[in-house]
């Protein structure tokens, strides 16, 4: 006869049993996936309320029906008067002058810090010799690029939060997002992020259906804004404000939608790569930085409106618009199915709280239609 104590078996160590598989000790935390039928008739469903937009959009760019080719004509002629570089089309102008003015408030910040402004020789100093010299390289380097002798922990974040206000504000925001997304479940995140795919690639597509106007929205309150953010750096009346919202504000939508054969001027291309490399903790904000084109989002951009001999060219903007229909239409089939299988299985908290709550309300039934012999 034992002579332990009730509670003994509660506190022994439980040694493994060579003779059980690990999944039979340890069944996977998640629902059985469902039948094979009933998925597929989720994600056609699911296709149907996904794939919405994407065949008049289809329709609208391969149709030959009159109606359909005029649109497409029309649309190639709108924004052939909106860019056109001489006489002079609306947008291309707005462009021009936007992008003028940054660089122009761009390259007072590379001359070398000892006066709000510097000279056409001071401007064409090289990169080398105006490292750690220049206003752009000292703000850079005061807020987002701290030397590692500050720092006094081994989590270079927590010193930067300390010396360097502007990185830990991102770094804030970016560890926040984490911790968003690791709080997500697993079928519930994968929905979340594919929904936000399709929905930019379906704003890409309407964007290239008027890119005249969806460029000149995106320049949106440049010149205005540079106006503002050049005399204040001048001044020097919040200086770093102004340089942040030079650098985070007006540069991203004017690097967007700058042709691919109008390079930065005045060593402003260099700056933007420095900028670049001191977001290496941020990738998103390090995308901003890339141009239109380079994004792989279906951002708008100026792209060539005539061949090399001067003819009329709409293939180039149709290459486009084709481009970013298929990443829709791909975008919205992988939309459906992780639709279908979070419906059927969902995983998110306020879904499992109800199913657990239930399980606790009914568990006696349950436990009885289980165990007792079926009434006679």
Same mark, same amino acid.
């Given at each position: 006869m034992s002579t332990g104590s009730q509670d003994s078996n509660c506190q022994s160590e439980t040694k493994p049993d060579p003779d059980c598989p690990p999944e039979l000790k340890h069944p996977p935390f998640d629902d059985e996936a469902p039948d094979p039928r009933i998925l597929e008739q989720a994600r056609k469903a699911a296709?149907?309320?996904? !794939?919405? +937009? #994407?065949?008049?959009? !289809?329709?609208?760019?391969?149709?030959?029906?009159?109606d359909k080719v005029k649109k497409r004509n029309d649309i190639f002629k709108k924004y052939k008067t909106d860019i056109a570089p001489e006489p002079g &089309?609306?947008?291309?102008a707005k462009f021009e002058k936007a992008i003028g003015m940054f660089e122009s408030a761009m390259a007072d910040l590379l001359c070398e810090d000892k006066s709000t402004t510097c000279s056409a020789e001071e401007r064409q100093m090289p990169s080398a010799d105006k490292e750690k010299k220049t206003r752009f390289d000292k703000w850079l380097h005061e807020q987002l690029d701290p030397p590692t002798y500050l720092c006094d922990r081994p989590e270079p974040p927590y010193c930067y939060w300390k010396f360097m206000p502007l990185y830990g504000l991102f770094f804030r925001k970016k560890q926040v997002g984490r911790r968003l997304?690791?709080?997500? %479940? !697993? *079928?519930?995140?994968?929905?979340?992020? %594919? *929904?936000? !795919?399709?929905? +930019?690639?379906?704003?890409?597509?309407?964007?290239?259906?008027?890119?005249g106007k969806s460029i000149?929205?995106?320049? &949106?309150?440049? #010149?205005?804004?540079l106006e503002k953010i050049n005399a204040d750096i001048l001044s020097n009346t919040n200086a770093d404000y %102004? #340089?942040?919202?030079?650098?985070?504000?007006?540069?991203?939508?004017?690097?967007?939608v700058a042709p691919a054969d109008r390079p930065l001027k005045n060593g402003v291309g260099q700056a933007i790569l420095r900028l670049s490399s001191a977001l290496v903790d941020f990738p998103e904000r390090k995308r901003v930085l890339c141009s239109g084109k380079a *994004?792989?989002?279906?951002?708008?951009?100026?792209?060539?409106?005539?061949?090399?001999? +001067?003819?009329?060219?709409?293939?180039?903007?149709?290459t486009e618009r084709k481009g970013v229909l298929e990443a829709w239409t791909i975008s919205a089939e992988k939309l459906a199915e992780a639709d279908a299988?979070? $419906?059927? *299985?969902?995983d998110d908290a306020p879904?499992?709280?109800?199913?657990?709550?239930?399980?606790?309300? $009914?568990?006696?039934?349950?436990?009885?239609?289980?165990?007792?012999?079926?009434t006679p």
């Open positions: 296709l149907a309320s996904a !794939t919405q +937009g #994407i065949a008049d959009a !289809t329709d609208d760019l391969f149709s030959s029906e009159p &089309g609306p947008v291309r997304d690791e709080s997500l %479940a !697993t *079928r519930e995140l994968a929905l979340r992020d %594919a *929904r936000n !795919t399709t929905k +930019g690639w379906a704003d890409a597509f309407k964007a290239w259906s008027d890119p000149e929205d995106t320049i &949106g309150s440049s #010149i205005g804004d %102004a #340089i942040y919202r030079l650098l985070f504000e007006v540069a991203p939508r004017l690097i967007q *994004r792989k989002d279906g951002s708008v951009y100026l792209i060539p409106v005539s061949s090399e001999d +001067g003819k009329d060219d709409p293939m180039p903007l149709q299988d979070f $419906t059927l *299985r969902k879904s499992l709280k109800t199913r657990f709550d239930t399980l606790v309300q $009914t568990e006696a039934k349950l436990v009885q239609d289980l165990l007792a012999p079926p």
